[in-house]
């Protein structure tokens, strides 16, 4: 029996509740990537009733992408140790008490430490779940379809955690229950997290171990290597990249990161084995998705800020205007998980990459008035962003669902947990990364433009110019406020622009898998290391 016939044979693909499998690792996917938008809403409530300084109160979002970033690639490895179902569970239930305790939190520390926990539960659940696809669907229509929801999940739960977010920070309380509003964005985790894992054993398959010695330094160093450079691109991000600790924690980081492939090659049972970059499709779909989330990222960031403070929607109204890309997100990957068994990834991806680029350079095309004296001047939704909205959702569900099957197709089945960990890492990094160039460029856009501005006042003033009223300062100021930052959002956007064209141009030169080839299981062959 030859290697892929066996793993067909004894792919846990033939369990007869394949559609409830896919809801349960979905409704998971889902939860953990929703969570890291989810209370971005609820941010300026949150400060209030917890007195938590404007310094400290990003590290309520930064906090879980730390923990969430920098133990992906040990979740994923303790997956294929002890089995994929089991640490999917555990991460899940570690979610939902987490979730809990930072609902319930009456301080500043226990909801920045819940936080971290809820980093840490996610990072378990997310690779195992995606493991998970590749073990419980046999190659082929089935499979495809399995990853078309899953990248659509991870795709919208951005979107959807801006709409949830909205809504339940805008409710006081559940029945009789009287509870702030930023809490139930927490406490709506428990009970999905609990009950998605209490179900698991019923409907999920247990994926054969792979028992052997976990690689501790191999651990240690990975983790502390991610946690490194995580922490300084988010800090870039905020301090700027000449900031001392930025520079010294992105250092730190790499340097740690070097020990940790040191280390990989002298153990005999690597966390991270190097037969897992040596496919070239697998190694460019990677890379493809590390910037293809980066420059995803810059339109949520920015578009949701500018929806909101530059046109004046309320929180659940700009939740409602992103509702488009989720439907167009999830029709895309329904279309791409069937032209996949036809048409071959590269040009699937290809296409997709190039559409979320013109959505970009649309979304930089924004109308703004920087001349002195500044007008207030604003797009309209229904022509200057629902169009890139639908562009961009379609060429996000082009792309996620190939380079997701690429990234983890022939993988050894000892290998498929740290694999998707590895995946989803290039994501969060990539994320991290990107939103830290764009803010980079943004800012000194706003920057450049804010001392020209004054400038020009300072020349008007003493040129004798009529004299404002307070109120009409006040109103100049706002509107100059609004314009600036919609040229430092261009700005960013069309940067986000660029880095989704390097992963169109990644996956049109270097992805050369054919679609045939997707539809046939088991590893590619042996290989040492």
Not at 14 to 42: C, E, F, R
Not at 99 to 106: V, Y
Not at 384 to 407: E, H, N, Q, R, Y
Not at 438 to 458: E, M, P, S
Request: charged residues 10%; neutral net charge; proline residues 4%.
């Amino acid at each position: 029996m030859t290697d892929v016939q066996q793993a067909e044979a004894t792919t846990p693909g033939t369990h007869k509740h394949l559609g409830w499998a896919l809801v349960l690792i979905s409704v998971a996917q889902l939860m953990v990537v929703l969570d890291g938008t989810i209370v971005n809403i609820a941010l300026p409530y949150i400060q209030h009733d917890l007195d938590i300084s404007t310094a400290n109160l990003r590290w309520v979002v930064t906090g879980y992408a730390l923990a969430f970033g920098s133990l992906l690639l040990l979740g994923g490895r303790l997956g294929d140790l002890y089995g994929r179902r089991k640490i999917f569970m555990t991460g899940l239930v570690i979610f939902g008490v987490a979730s809990l305790l930072g609902g319930l939190a009456t301080s500043e520390g226990l909801l920045l430490a819940a936080r971290a926990l809820q980093g840490l539960g996610a990072a378990l659940a997310s690779p195992a779940a995606l493991a998970l696809i590749t073990t419980t669907f046999p190659a082929g229509p089935a499979r495809n379809r399995a990853f078309a929801v899953y990248a659509a999940m991870s795709g919208v739960g951005a979107a959807v955690g801006l709409l949830l977010g909205g809504w339940l920070t805008g409710l006081h309380g559940i029945g009789s229950f009287d509870v702030e509003g930023w809490r139930l964005t927490l406490l709506i985790n428990t009970p999905i997290g609990i009950v998605t894992a209490l179900l698991a054993p019923r409907f999920l398959a247990e994926s054969e171990s792979h028992p052997g010695e976990l690689d501790l330094p191999g651990a240690v160093t990975g983790t502390l290597g991610l946690l490194g450079v995580v922490y300084g691109i988010s800090r870039a991000g905020t301090n700027g990249w000449s900031d001392t600790w930025t520079l010294v924690t992105l250092g730190a980081g790499v340097a740690v990161l070097v020990v940790f492939l040191l280390v990989e090659r002298s153990v005999e049972h690597p966390l991270l084995p190097v037969r897992v970059f040596t496919n070239r499709t697998r190694a460019s779909s990677f890379v493809a998705m590390f910037f293809a989330p980066a420059a995803m990222f810059a339109m949520f960031y920015y578009l949701s800020q500018y929806i909101q403070n530059v046109m004046g929607y309320s929180p659940i109204k700009a939740g409602v205007a992103f509702l488009p890309f989720c439907f167009g997100l999830v029709a895309a990957a329904g279309i791409s998980s069937n032209l996949v068994n036809r048409i071959d990834p590269r040009f699937l991806a290809g296409i997709g990459t190039l559409l979320a680029a013109s959505a970009l350079f649309g979304f930089s095309r924004l109308p703004y008035d920087t001349s002195f004296p500044v007008h207030e001047v604003s797009g309209s939704y229904a022509t200057d962003i629902l169009p890139f909205i639908l562009m961009m959702s379609f060429g996000m569900g082009l792309t996620f669902v190939p380079l997701t099957l690429t990234a983890v197709h022939h993988l050894r089945a000892e290998d498929s947990g740290i694999g998707s960990g590895v995946l989803n890492t290039m994501q969060q990094v990539g994320g991290a990364l990107g939103l830290s160039l764009l803010g980079t460029i943004a800012t000194q856009t706003i920057k450049d433009r804010v001392d020209t501005l004054n400038a020009a006042a300072h020349q008007a003033a003493a040129a004798g110019g009529a004299q404002q009223q307070a109120a009409q300062q006040q109103a100049a100021q706002v509107a100059s406020g609004h314009q600036v930052f919609t040229e430092g959002a261009t700005s960013a956007f069309l940067l986000g622009a660029a880095l989704m064209l390097t992963a169109s141009l990644v996956t049109w030169v270097f992805l050369n898998v054919k679609h045939e080839e997707l539809a046939t299981d088991g590893p590619e062959g042996v290989h040492v290391g």
